[in-house]
DNA sequence: TCAAAAGCGTGCCTTTTTCGCACATATCAT
DNA sequence: ATGATATGTGCGAAAAAGGCACGCTTTTGA
């Protein structure tokens, strides 16, 4: 679809000089000289081989032609003007978010100065829950969950849906150890008590010994067991990335599986606050991997 | 109404790489290198503050912001695609004129070299009739008439309201002539008898001698004798306009007044055709004096 | 496994566009 | 008549845009 415009700036000057009826007014309204202005409608005119303005005793005035151009220019400046707009307001208002523990703190805040940044004056509170409870009862707008099956017809839209992967302190493991060396070191259960298990047979060993129930502690606690070198941990690699990154987290095998994703559900009618939107509109933003490079 | 419009290019170059989700493609389009569009989408995110696009692994995707940015410029680029599209055609058809056979000959085609060159492939088909017929039996779409009182309520629009003067050919006055001399000449008649003796009430004068049916002849022929130097005509102005700059005839005195006015007459139904609304609108730029520089 | 291709970002330099200024011209108001 | 208004234009300066070459990453294909 080649769609040969003409100069955009001559149109600018040619819309602005056509509502004034006047180059000089058009200049005092787009800042420059009516010199441009008239070298920016002329070279138009030339450029589309139609006389746009006729001259008066003093000053100009729109042809027929002209007239009915501008009529068809002046909507559509309107618009974008005011879709340009949107950019300018800074948005205010409140959101409420409610998100599982472990996920707030590695995934959402490490996010979070870049929502700050951008929207100074939307007030965020965030709360953190692990239950997959109703949102009006901790009375939020947004909630980021862990869904084993998906979020199963809500209108959930997914934020990471990345593996399970075992991490470790450096202290413990290092980068691809072999899964049975991994197996014998002493194994941390984020959640579920059988994600070992699982582990265990796709890399084809035989399943961890000890009773499974024993390690069985809230997803933070086992976190914190791993940083601190107590053991070796399943967990989901967009958790861990951000220790991984700072190398306080080293992942010791390829072999993962995927268990679940995590999903913004949001409560009845908030989407129509803007800074609900907003804040929907930058986690997908944000969950789609944003172009790491920050003005 | 200060409407501070992003850098209008820009704008394009995001637009257009916005449609094609990619900016090589865009960069194609637009027949720029990938640079260009890379360029103008950068400044555009640092000039709005927010970011259109993000990176994929391969090539870019916009964001929610640049996406519902994207369905608000791209119409109104249509629309003014589509705007300037008017510009490119060569409309074609054919345009049967009628006017009164003076008028015809001294200001309609003395102009209508411009409207050749404007439109070349309109063919335009002129006829001459001094009656105020009724434009279906000259098979004419429209027609310039003389109205001694305006169009009365039809939609016939002004042409030409000039008022009458005296001229004659140099060799028979000069200019500004008191009115006594130009009385004594050979007084010519255009079109009604007593034009001459209103003029010579409206200069104060004795009206003429000589009885008034005397010199009664078709305008064509009275104004021919009158370039022919044997005697003064009355006038419109803008008849005359053509000779008088050429030095074949002299305006003799400043003392004019209005008799009625040339109008423009449409038949029936004829605006549906294009090149019939082509001439009206040429014609009614000509007659508002268009700007006199030529491309 | 290695190489080539597809895509985008960026520094550097050239080209093109745009602009302002000053002056000229014409008209209008006082 | 004179100053104010309003546009057209030549000229030199400034800015914007663009191209090229190169770097980086991912994907594809042999």
Redesign the interface.
């Known amino acids: 679809?080649?769609?040969?415009?003409?100069p955009?700036?001559a149109?600018?000057a040619f819309e602005a000089a056509g509502r004034h009826q006047s180059f000089s007014g058009a200049a005092e309204?787009l800042g420059v000289s009516h010199s441009a202005i008239s070298r920016h409608v002329r070279g138009l005119?030339?450029r589309?081989?139609?006389?746009l303005?006729?001259?008066?005793p003093r000053g100009v005035?729109l042809?027929?032609?002209g007239a009915?151009?501008l009529a068809?220019?002046s909507?559509?400046?309107?618009?974008?003007?005011?879709?340009?707009e949107?950019?300018d307001q800074r948005p205010t208002g409140q959101v409420t978010v409610d998100a599982e523990p472990l996920f707030a703190m590695k995934w959402l805040i490490p996010r979070l100065g870049d929502f700050y940044r951008?929207y100074p004056d939307i007030e965020l509170r965030l709360q953190a829950n692990s239950a997959i409870a109703d949102l009006g009862r901790y009375e939020a707008d947004l909630a980021l969950r862990f869904f084993h099956a998906g979020p199963e017809g809500q209108d959930a839209p997914l934020l990471s849906n990345a593996p399970l992967y075992p991490f470790a302190a450096p202290s413990v493991v290092s980068r691809l150890m072999p899964p049975e060396k991994i197996l014998s070191l002493p194994l941390l259960r984020d959640r579920h008590a059988d994600t070992w298990r699982k582990w265990a047979g796709l890399a084809g060993c035989a399943p961890p010994a000890g009773a499974p129930s024993d390690w069985r502690m809230r997803a933070r606690l086992a976190y914190e067991t791993a940083l601190a070198g107590h053991g070796v941990l399943l967990i989901s690699s967009e958790i861990a990335e951000v220790d991984a990154a700072s190398g306080r987290l080293i992942q010791c095998s390829d072999i993962g599986f995927r268990m679940g994703s995590y999903h913004l559900v949001s409560a009845e009618g908030v989407m129509r606050r803007s800074a609900v939107r907003l804040f929907r509109?930058?986690i997908?933003?944000q969950s789609?991997?944003?172009?790491?490079v920050n003005?």
């Open positions: 679809m080649p769609r040969a415009l003409p955009l700036n149109l600018r309204e005119e030339d589309l081989g139609a006389q303005f006729r001259d008066l005035a042809t027929q032609a009915r151009y068809a220019l909507p559509s400046f309107d618009r974008i003007a005011e879709a340009s949107v950019f951008r509109e930058w997908l933003d789609a991997g944003l172009r790491s003005r």
